[in-house]
């Protein structure tokens, strides 16, 4: 077997931890545009060092270079460009900046170049070392889908599987489903009536297509089963046992969860045709100062629930 001839990488020698923790920290609260919101996924990695990880795997370090950095000096002072290249690179606001992603882009084919001119006498160079063309990225247990996300964003192709099909969705609308539709504009009857012309970049009008439809499906929901979740209007006597209602009196309010239990017929002989439900709590929220709790009333031959707020007692 022929060797491959490699250099030493960037993640061998010395990363900025400081730069990409502390990015990886703030991504947490980031909510908008974030892929953790398309999707709960407990084990989800953060996209700033998924990102920084991928670029130093790929990047040779500089004392693998001599040619170009000679000196120590030389290299380290080459060391710290990249550094700072990757202290912008994990900054969320650089997500979809082109310029900062470009810049680690050709960082990246700098050194796949420099590896396929190694390569050049390996009997299947042809093949393995084409300087045009980047290896492909495969992860096969992909989970949350934020290594072959960043790998995508980096140049890659993305190649992601996993034994959990949700998975398999979350990298599907993530990584494979989006490129599809690169520069396209959306096709649904409301965009095709614009008279305007506008350009569609990167997922703009699959995004487009996705509003107008998922819009479209909650509309025709609330008409087929809309009286089945109704609002609630706030009454006095609601009020009496609720005082932090007391704004809300007389409003019909959305309500923004239901709770969900099986039922069985109550074991007490006295309410023996009534379905009672299953429910290994009743706490609401157990956060300090704002816990909050169902309570069951009974009144007559059934029973209602009010919430209560405070500890139970």
């Not at 063309?133 to 980096?154: C, I, M, S, Y």
């Not at 699959?206 to 025709?220: C, I, N, P, S, T």
């Amino acid at each position: 077997m022929h060797p491959v001839k490699r250099r030493r990488k960037l993640i061998e020698v010395a990363i900025p931890l400081e730069a990409i923790n502390a990015a990886s920290a703030r991504e947490k609260s980031i909510r908008h545009g974030h892929p953790s919101t398309l999707h709960l996924w407990w084990a989800r990695r953060p996209l700033a060092a998924a990102r920084a990880v991928i670029f130093c795997q790929m990047v040779d370090d500089p004392s693998a270079v001599p040619e170009a950095f000679p000196s120590e000096a030389d290299q380290e002072k080459e060391r710290l460009r990249l550094f700072a290249l990757i202290s912008e690179l994990v900054q969320w606001k650089n997500t979809t900046n082109e310029q900062v992603l470009e810049r680690a882009r050709r960082e990246i084919r700098r050194s796949w170049r420099r590896c396929c001119a190694d390569n050049a006498d390996h009997p299947e160079a042809e093949k393995l070392f084409n300087p045009e063309t980047l290896p492909g990225f495969h992860d096969p247990f992909a989970g949350g889908g934020a290594l072959p996300l960043e790998a995508q964003r980096l140049g890659l192709e993305s190649y992601a599987s996993d034994l959990n099909p949700v998975a398999v969705l979350i990298n599907k609308a993530m990584i494979e489903i989006p490129p599809k539709f690169a520069g396209m504009p959306p096709v649904n009857p409301e965009s095709r009536r614009r008279l305007d012309v506008q350009q569609w970049k990167g997922a703009q009008g699959l995004a487009e297509d996705v509003r107008y439809y998922g819009r479209w499906m909650r509309d025709e929901a609330e008409k087929r089963i809309g009286h089945l979740y109704p609002k609630l209007k706030v009454t006095a006597e609601m009020v009496a046992e609720r005082p932090d209602l007391t704004p809300y009196q007389g409003q019909d309010l959305k309500v923004i969860a239901w709770l969900w239990a099986r039922t069985v017929k109550s074991p007490n002989p006295a309410f023996s045709n009534v379905d009672v439900p299953l429910a290994s709590t009743f706490m609401l929220s157990t956060k300090a100062g704002k816990e909050a709790y169902v309570e069951p009333v009974v009144e007559g031959g059934g029973y209602r629930f009010t919430v209560k707020m405070g500890k139970p007692p």
